[in-house]
């Protein structure tokens, strides 16, 4: 599976983002996904995951009400829609597949995902 996450930039305080993650390599609509990110200085955290048929998502609690996942099964592209952005929110982006379990109902272990996309850096300003 190779991942390709993209929609990163600068955004003010208060502005949205829109984050694109394609995928290929293996039939995605079988797996679930997540995203990730990592701010400077600290470790990578869960941000949300959504399961094989879109069905199912769970975010953590510091994105929860603000962030929206999505997925596209027949663009085999998952979205993270980012609104009323903070400055802490300011991270590399990482978008995941969880292809260990068929039809898998996603998780907020980064251990549990086997694939990995490169990133996407936002940034929020103040």
């Known amino acids: 599976v190779q991942l390709q996450a993209s929609g990163g930039g600068l955004v003010q305080a208060g502005g949205s983002l829109r984050l694109s993650c394609a995928a290929s390599g293996r039939t995605f609509s079988s797996y679930a996904m997540g995203w990730f990110r990592q701010a400077p200085g600290k470790e990578r955290e869960f941000v949300a995951t959504i399961n094989w048929s879109g069905g199912s998502t769970f975010y953590a609690d510091s994105v929860k009400g603000r962030f929206t996942i999505s997925r596209d099964n027949a663009k085999n592209t998952v979205y993270l829609q980012m609104n009323s952005l903070k400055p802490e929110d300011t991270a590399v982006y990482y978008c995941?597949?969880?292809?260990?379990?068929?039809?898998?109902?996603?998780?907020?272990?980064?251990?549990?995902?086997?694939?990995w996309g490169p990133g996407t850096q936002v940034t929020v300003s103040s």
């Open positions: 995941a597949a969880d292809t260990y379990g068929v039809l898998g109902s996603g998780s907020d272990n980064e251990y549990e995902y086997d694939y």
